[in-house]
């Protein structure tokens, strides 16, 4: 049994044009010290995922089914009062703007020492010593003066660290971190990421990590989980996967970035994601697709194993080891 | 030149956004200004187009200095240079379809009538790769990467001679960004416009820009060739940037030799004395705390840096310390 495991999820929202169905028939684990990539592009369903993990969508309009077990434990069913436990201590989230996370008036030592007063139940004291210790652990210099600062005094990458910080004062099990760098400058990010890295060494912390930066996921993930259309479709360790992506939308992915540029052009993914209110039983991504063939459309390709620990929702996969 | 900018210093109130920065770009050139946020690259953008009054300094537009013309001597100029901004959806006014928005400026610099005008907006959309059905549509409509197709027929469609473009990709997905660059290349290679590309992604000026500048803290740190720069960086920070930005390959990324800068940007309001990179250099010694370095080219190849240790003969290296 794994840390984590989702199994089956759907979620949909309820709109005035109808369910807008944003994560369809999701399953993945995770594992005590690994960092798993959530990865793709806007709209694919990626934070909706993660965040049905702590529960964070709104209640009144979210349509959820499957199931999503910490330790063994069901998340779905939870009473709200327990589930607010789970947040606090056992999976905590790392948004990407620190800005309108942290509260203005209230400096960043009492921001955290809160935390651990509710959570923890700390004294005062003992609150305000860890947290200088947190914000140390997060690579925060001067960390007794940074205590006593307001969140407009810190730069961003401060202001992220002092956000991980109180995401991991609880020492939760599972961090999921959406796009905590994408704000950041990229000599800001490099110490981001390793903060990231060292929590996972130093307390075993698993991270799910919502990334559209293939980059960072080639930088910082075990595991990766690419997302279309709401489905995973592709899942691999991240050497593998980019060693040998199957699916067409990761391969066009890798290809689409400035970088693989090949004799000044860049391969370009034509067309549209297909609207999330509709789901005809078909690949949803065959009219992009350079390899599709009439089965793409007569079906959906189920996420089956396509190597060693490779998943993959593709008829006519490619890349093969 | 189409563009020469010449000891530019733009200050807001207190904020030294740009202090003392000099380039030029030639004719059908892509010069990549590359920096982080609070470097004052967009600063200098907005000062070539007038947006923004700046406090010093001159900016030459195709041999003339425009740097306090008038609003209304600069309107016949305003033919010659364009901008493309990061959010094409706040820069196309919400009320205007894309067949007014695409051909006004044709309109109010009366270079053609309503017919003409027509006639030139198809030409256009055709060029930026949007559907004619797309006139009568309004922005809120279309997607990120057609509301960026419009922004570039509005840019392109008086044919300037500059284009400033701001960002023009970076709030789009991979695959979306990976057409508009295509699609910029390809009319910048048709129509022969120079373009001053601000950016704070590196691979995206190594896939489109012939030379980059890179700025630190309102200042100009290194320029060069496009190759150049990235085969052989010579200041300190243009060195950790390039290390700094993640390879989308596990394999190669992990065996990478990083330079990890350490604290932060310091505030423009009050910069480091001497070099302003100084703070956070792995390289710094005290000259750097109090002489600033010149942007020089002991080499005489194109490619000066503004750091101290860069002689004719040798090359600091920000990986190979402690």
Do not use: W
């Not at chain 1, 434990?73 to 999976?91: C, D, H, Q």
């Not at chain 1, 000599?187 to 307390?203: C, N, P, S, Y």
């Not at chain 2, 189409?2 to 050139?29: F, M, Q, T, W």
Request: charged residues 25%; aromatic residues 4%; contains cysteine.
């Amino acid at each position: 049994m794994s840390l984590l495991e989702i199994t089956d999820l759907s979620v949909g929202f309820a709109t005035e044009d109808g369910l807008v169905q944003a994560v369809r028939d999701i399953s993945l684990t995770l594992d005590e010290g690994e960092i798993l990539a959530l990865c793709g592009e806007s709209g694919c369903g990626k934070s909706v995922t993660a965040m049905s993990v702590p529960r964070l969508l709104p209640p009144d309009t979210t349509r959820l089914s499957g199931s999503v077990t910490l330790d063994g434990r069901e998340l779905t069913t939870l009473p709200e009062a327990e589930m607010r436990r789970v947040r606090g201590k056992s999976v905590s989230v790392v948004f990407q703007e620190p800005m309108t996370s942290l509260n203005p008036s209230f400096t960043v030592g009492y921001q955290i020492a809160e935390v651990l007063r509710r959570h923890e139940g700390l004294s005062r004291q003992a609150a305000g010593k860890r947290a200088v210790e947190l914000l140390e652990l997060v690579g925060i210099p001067a960390p007794q003066r940074r205590m006593k600062e307001y969140p407009h005094q810190l730069s961003g990458g401060m202001r992220q660290r002092v956000m991980i910080a109180i995401a991991v004062a609880c020492e939760p099990r599972v961090l999921i971190a959406d796009e905590p760098t994408t704000a950041l400058d990229v000599t800001i990010q490099a110490g981001v990421l390793d903060v990231f890295r060292d929590l996972r060494d130093r307390l075993g912390t698993a991270i799910i990590l919502i990334t559209h930066d293939l980059g960072v996921v080639a930088d910082i993930a075990d595991r990766a989980v690419v997302m279309y259309a709401g489905r995973a479709v592709e899942q691999a360790p991240v050497t593998e996967l980019f060693a040998h992506p199957r699916h067409p939308y990761t391969l066009g992915l890798m290809k689409a970035l400035p970088s693989a540029a090949v004799n000044g052009r860049l391969a370009e993914i034509p067309g549209m994601v297909p609207s999330p209110l509709s789901d005809p039983d078909e690949c949803a991504f065959h009219d992009r697709c350079p390899r599709a063939q009439a089965d793409c459309r007569l079906s959906r390709p189920p996420l089956v194993r396509q190597g060693e620990d490779h998943l993959a929702a593709c008829f006519h996969p490619g890349g093969q080891s | 030149m189409i563009l020469r900018i010449d000891n530019l210093v733009k200050h807001y109130g207190p904020v030294r956004a740009v202090d003392g920065l000099s380039l030029e770009i030639g004719e059908g050139e892509v010069l990549g200004l590359v920096g982080e946020s609070g470097s004052g690259k967009s600063t200098v953008g907005k000062c070539v187009l007038r947006l923004t009054e700046p406090t010093a300094g001159t900016i030459e537009l195709n041999g003339r200095d425009i740097t306090h013309l008038s609003r209304r001597a600069m309107r016949p100029l305003r033919r010659d240079v364009h901008m493309v901004f990061q959010d094409p959806y706040s820069s196309l006014n919400p009320r205007f379809t894309i067949e007014r928005i695409v051909g006004e400026p044709l309109l109010r610099h009366k270079l053609a009538d309503r017919r003409e005008t027509s006639r030139r907006v198809a030409e256009m959309l055709e060029k930026v790769g949007l559907r004619q059905e797309m006139r009568s549509r309004f922005p809120h409509e279309l997607s990120g990467g057609q509301r960026q197709r419009v922004g570039l027929a509005r840019a392109l469609i008086l044919e300037p001679k500059l284009v400033v473009a701001d960002e023009p990709v970076s709030a789009l997905d991979v695959s979306v960004q990976a057409s508009v660059l295509n699609l910029i290349t390809d009319l910048q290679r048709d129509m022969g416009f120079s373009c001053l590309f601000i950016t704070h992604d590196l691979s995206v000026v190594e896939f489109l820009a012939d030379r980059i500048a890179v700025m630190y803290l309102g200042k100009l740190v290194e320029s060069g060739p496009t190759k150049e720069i990235f085969a052989q960086p010579r200041h300190p920070y243009t060195q950790a940037l390039l290390s700094a930005a993640p390879v989308a390959d596990p394999v190669t990324q992990r065996e990478r030799r990083r330079i990890v800068l350490g604290g932060d940007v310091p505030s423009p309001v009050d910069p480091p004395s001497g070099c302003r990179f100084h703070t956070r250099c792995p390289l710094a010694y005290d000259e750097c705390r109090t002489v600033e370095p010149a942007l020089q080219d002991p080499r005489g190849s194109g490619h000066p840096a503004a750091c101290h240790l860069v002689t004719a003969d040798r090359v600091p290296d920000a990986a190979a310390t402690r």
